[in-house]
């Protein structure tokens, strides 16, 4: 389960994140591409856009589902 408290700083402000166990395997950005995407470093994906639309938002919620360390949240800011 994602920890808020070790989320990567470059996630933009909002209910999803990832956090410092991401192993950048880029199953997020497959499933989210509009949200998701590789740190310029290439050792971690993050968010950088909230989910704005219906199909974007099922798209995180999938993306968290295939996720294989559990590291995208869905509990930040509001």
């Known amino acids: 389960m994602a920890d808020k408290a070790r989320k990567f700083p470059d996630n933009v402000p909002g209910k999803f994140y990832v956090d410092e166990d ?3 395997c880029g199953a997020c950005v ?3 591409p509009n949200n998701f995407k590789e740190s310029a470093e290439g050792d971690h994906d993050f968010v950088y856009k909230q989910p704005e639309t219906e199909t ?5 919620k ?3 589902s295939e996720c294989p360390v559990d590291c995208i949240g869905e509990d930040g800011e509001d």
């Open 30 to 32: 497959d499933a989210a």
């Open 56 to 60: 974007e938002l099922q798209q995180c």
């Open 22 to 24: 991401c192993i950048c």
């Open 62 to 64: 999938d993306a968290m």
